[in-house]
């Protein structure tokens, strides 16, 4: 049974830099054929994908975040990683780390840290 479990701060300020991290048990994070996917969903609106990173390592973002976003892994602690600049109250949202096959729909998900931006 593959877990997730996000970790990280649930409170920036404005122009900084969220960090959040998603611990994995269960399964690596190098195994071949899987995603590894950072995911929110803000009030009142639907999930949003942000971006993933492969099991080498590569990583995709959605355009919108792609110019402030960084996915990245350590791999001697089965972790991935999610750094998002200057971040805006439009930032605050429900985050998860999802593992996806390679269908990109999701199977597993953390069950998600609540990331609020307010000065």
């Known amino acids: 049974q593959v877990q997730l479990q996000e970790s990280g701060p649930g409170l920036a300020k404005p122009s900084q830099t969220l960090s959040l991290t998603c611990t994995v048990s269960?399964?690596?994070?190098?195994?071949?054929?899987?995603?590894w996917s950072w995911i929110r969903q803000s009030p009142g609106k639907g999930l949003e994908w942000i971006g993933r990173?492969?099991?080498?390592?590569?990583?995709y973002y959605t355009p919108s975040f792609r110019s402030r976003t960084s996915i990245a892994r350590d791999t001697s602690k089965n972790q991935f990683t999610l750094q998002l600049n200057s971040v805006t109250p439009e930032d605050t949202a429900l985050y998860y780390c999802?593992?996806?096959?390679?269908?990109?729909?999701?199977?597993?998900w953390g069950q998600g840290t609540q990331v609020t931006v307010s000065s």
């Open positions: 269960g399964g690596s994070i190098t195994t071949n054929g899987y995603y």
């Open positions: 999802a593992r996806e096959p390679q269908t990109l729909i999701p199977d597993y």
């Open positions: 990173i492969t099991s080498t390592g590569s990583t």
